[in-house]
């Protein structure tokens, strides 16, 4: 699907939203990763709130790291997004 796009301001506007998707997903990203190398070094500390732990892990995997990847592929005319692939995008869970 092509975007029809007016002029230079439009492509601006529609491009610095989808580098802020990627950027946030990648902030996501980096901080589920950097919680699962201080379980290594935390340990006991971790395991006096597991709940917590477990919670904000999968709110940054599932409900915003996710979400940011698949609002940047979305389909949609109205607005500037990746190119989506063949298959949907797949689970992060490291």
Known sequence: MQIAICDADQ?????????????????????????????KDFAREINESQTFWYLTRRAHVERVGHGRLIAAQRNQSAGLHLR?????????DP
């Open 11 to 39: 492509f601006h506007t529609l491009l610095t939203a989808l580098i802020g998707e990627l950027t946030q997903a990648n902030d996501h990203f980096r901080l589920v990763r950097d919680l699962d190398a201080a379980h």
């Open 84 to 92: 989506p692939t063949s298959s949907p995008l797949p689970e992060f």
